[in-house]
């Protein structure tokens, strides 16, 4: 009997998996075609994309740039994109008709926006928090020019009001609610008896000026930009403001927040921005001027602050009510316990919601197009108007459109990214 | 107390600008320039070129009126306004002077309290089709599909017009001027329609412009005019004479490039648009002497701004037919300036 007992002494070399099983060919055979209806979904899918495609890319590739005119643009090939509008125009796309040599100071404003942020998104620069607070007024004063004093002023305002307010509630012992109201009557008294002496020296004795430029020439991304971001930043504190006091035990203010809120959401933004351009200047003495931007911005503010207040309070009604309640067994006052243990639960669930507002805000800026804004669909039409150019759409608006969905791609990465760093699934 | 302070105060704001409103030409020269409301964009009337520029006929007919007061065409501040903001910012005092291609009508010109201070031109609803089609008339049209924004006077003008010719059509509704012309060039409609001055803008910037015809009839008076709130008749004149100004020196053959020869003219009336006689005619405004020399100096007559802005150079080309002097066979007509 001969021995036929096989022993291997050595391991077998790792083989190649089968060709079947490779990564690429697996990952397509799982993802792809892992059933008849995916396979055939699939097909259709990659139909449909190639569908859209075709005509695209060789519109766009091929696209002019050169050309002078659209005449210009038709003579050479009339297939294909005439991108040479964005090459004449690129500048009141972006920046309106701001003085060109001025260019500066909008892309400065809009650097700083990055530096100001940082402190109140990333902890570690939270001490450069005080960068936060002065960029509003330093953006202003950069964007519009003119002196720096009134802006400046409206700082010191601010800091009287704060100091009426800690002197009566530390030096004199009175209540809040008293304090706040001498803390109002200071500011009040600095703007009819400080603020004007004040402003007429220091533009004396130190001058430092901008170029002052009218809000007639913004226009653009530029006006998106200013109208989207102010509404941004100055919504969502009010938001957190209309959503607490939605919820107060106090009749009054919680009348008032819902009346606020409810007013606002059941009426269209075009209505309010018509309020703005229109309605406000039979209310206004004749010859007063207030700016329309600004009344704008105030508009697109209680507009998406209604919005922000109801996300929020989704947020609040998420959070157990054990959270206000070990909170209130632990001491805090009420406010101390919205800072440290609501609100950053609330906000952490309401982030989703609270960006798509923002997004939501951003893109909506568009519509000021129809109170004679000139933002970049404004500026669209404008740019038609030229005879170079008329009849120039595709091209005008595949250009806008990437402008916004790269602002707006941007902020949803950012929200998904906050939402993985700071794991809102309480697990 | 403070309550009150703020009502003073508001009082207080409230009576200065009411003082300060008294007349708009006195508030202009004071303010050192013209608040001018344009289109926010209308081929040839009014846009900007590729560096920032407004420029445009209605654009022009300010800087005229600018030229006119300030002896500076510059010193006019433009604000773009939509059709929907445009009487309320005149009514408000946002603008002085509206030049926005705005028709003449009987009640924006009672109902609305505005003042209408001319006609800068004649427009009037026109049609375009392809010269394939072999039509050379409006009337040959029975049975087709006209493409029309919906909404519009133009698509009350349409049905009348069949009408009262006995003519059928099939309407095909779009949203504004650039959904009609790409309905029309894919060939969904036979024919479409809008004001003619935006017919022929278009035209010109399609692929091929002779394969499309502005066919001649216009079916409906559309006048166009600059326009001044009602009750400040200095300043209405004011904006009416510079344009009959400008009317006036096309008749006479004055443009910003001869207008120093007729210095030694025989002709009086020239004299006193010009300011160049012993007469100071414009002192019966307010305004200064040369006023009108001026405008026509920095700006040109109504022939050179149509021709700048409408006509063959601006590269629209629009016909001058009816919107020339009346020497030429238009209806353009001035009363004397005496």
């Not at chain 1, 077998?12 to 396979?39: A, D, H």
């Not at chain 1, 004007?196 to 901008?210: D, R």
């Not at chain 2, 003449?104 to 394939?132: C, E, H, I, N």
Request: charged share 15%; net charge negative.
């Amino acid at each position: 009997m001969s021995n036929i007992s096989f022993v291997r002494e050595k391991a077998i070399p790792q083989s190649p998996p089968p060709i079947t099983e490779s990564n690429s060919i697996r990952w397509i055979r799982q993802n792809l075609f892992s059933g008849w209806l995916n396979s055939l979904l699939t097909i259709l899918s990659v139909y449909f994309i190639y569908i859209c495609l075709r005509d695209f890319i060789p519109w766009a590739y091929g696209g002019i740039w050169t050309a002078g005119s659209i005449r210009e643009c038709l003579d050479i090939n009339p297939d294909v994109a005439c991108f040479s509008v964005i090459g004449a125009r690129w500048r009141q796309l972006l920046f309106g008709f701001y003085p060109s040599e001025e260019y500066w100071r909008p892309i400065l404003t809009f650097i700083l926006l990055f530096v100001s942020i940082a402190p109140i998104l990333i902890p570690r620069f939270i001490k450069y928090f005080w960068f936060s607070l002065i960029y509003p007024g330093l953006a202003v004063w950069l964007l519009w020019g003119g002196s720096i004093w009134p802006v400046f002023s409206i700082y010191l305002a601010l800091v009287f009001g704060a100091l009426g307010f800690f002197i009566a509630k530390n030096q004199l012992r009175f209540s809040s609610g008293f304090s706040l109201l001498i803390g109002f009557v200071s500011v009040v008294v600095y703007f009819f008896f400080i603020a004007g002496p004040f402003i007429t020296l220091f533009k004396y004795i130190l001058p430092i000026n901008l170029m002052f430029i009218e809000s007639l020439q913004f226009g653009g991304f530029l006006l998106s930009m200013i109208v989207g971001f102010s509404g941004i930043a100055a919504s969502f504190p009010i938001g957190i403001l209309l959503a607490l006091g939605r919820q107060s035990d106090l009749p009054l203010v919680k009348m008032i927040c819902v009346g606020f809120i409810e007013f606002i959401r059941g009426v269209p933004l075009i209505t309010l921005l018509f309020v703005a351009s229109v309605l406000l200047n039979y209310f206004l003495p004749p010859g007063t001027s207030f700016d329309i931007i600004i009344r704008v911005i105030i508009m697109v503010t209680i507009f998406s602050a209604a919005y922000m207040a109801e996300v929020i309070r989704g947020g609040l009604a998420a959070l157990p009510v054990g959270q206000h309640e070990a909170s209130a067994a632990l001491g805090l006052s009420y406010w101390q316990a919205q800072r440290l243990i609501i609100m950053p639960q609330a906000l952490k669930i309401s982030i989703p919601g609270i960006v798509n507002t923002f997004i939501g805000l951003f893109k909506d800026t568009t519509l000021v197009s129809i109170i004679s804004l000139l933002d970049p669909v404004g500026l669209a039409s404008l740019i038609r108007a030229d005879q170079k150019w008329n009849g120039i759409y595709w091209e005008l608006y595949v250009a806008i459109g990437l402008l916004f969905f790269v602002c707006c791609f941007g902020m949803s990465q950012y929200s998904q990214y906050l939402e993985r760093k700071l794991k809102t699934d309480n697990s | 107390m403070k309550k009150s302070l703020f009502l003073s105060v508001a009082a207080i704001v409230g009576f200065t600008a009411g003082v300060a409103a008294a007349g708009t030409l006195d508030d202009t020269i004071a303010r050192g320039h013209v608040k001018c409301g344009v289109s926010t964009g209308s081929p040839g009337f009014s846009g900007v070129d590729d560096s920032g520029k407004n420029v445009g006929f209605d654009v022009d007919y300010c800087r005229a009126l600018a030229a006119a007061i300030f002896n500076d065409p510059m010193a006019v501040k433009f604000t773009p306004l939509s059709s929907s903001v445009r009487f309320t910012a005149l009514a408000s005092g946002e603008v002085d002077i509206l030049a926005r291609n705005t028709t003449w009508t009987y009640s924006r010109d009672t109902d609305l309290k505005q003042t209408f201070l001319g006609v800068t031109y004649y427009d009037g609803q026109g049609f375009m089709a392809k010269t394939s089609l072999g039509v050379s008339s409006t009337l040959e049209l029975d049975g087709a599909t006209i493409c029309i924004q919906v909404g519009t006077t133009t698509e009350l003008n349409l049905a009348d017009y069949f009408k009262a010719n006995g003519m059928t059509y099939e309407p095909l509704p779009t949203s504004d001027n650039a959904e009609s012309k790409q309905q029309y060039l894919a060939g969904a409609c036979d024919a479409y329609t809008t004001d003619a001055s935006a017919l022929h803008g278009t035209r010109i910037n399609m692929e091929n412009p002779d394969d499309h015809i502005v066919l001649p009839e216009i079916v409906s008076k559309e006048p166009l005019g600059p326009l001044v709130r009602h009750g400040d008749d200095q300043w209405a004149d004011v904006g009416r004479w510079v344009l009959n100004a400008l009317v006036i020196a096309e008749e006479k053959g004055i443009t910003s490039a001869n207008i120093d020869s007729f210095a030694d003219s025989k002709d009086a009336e020239i004299h006193r648009l010009l300011g160049t006689g012993d007469d100071d005619m414009m002192a019966m405004m307010g305004m200064p002497k040369d006023g009108m020399y001026n405008a026509i100096k920095h700006v040109g007559n109504y022939g050179e701004i149509f021709e700048r802005n409408l006509g063959a150079t601006s590269g629209i080309n629009i016909e001058r037919g009816v919107n020339n002097s009346w020497t030429n066979g238009g209806i353009l007509y001035s009363p004397p300036f005496r």
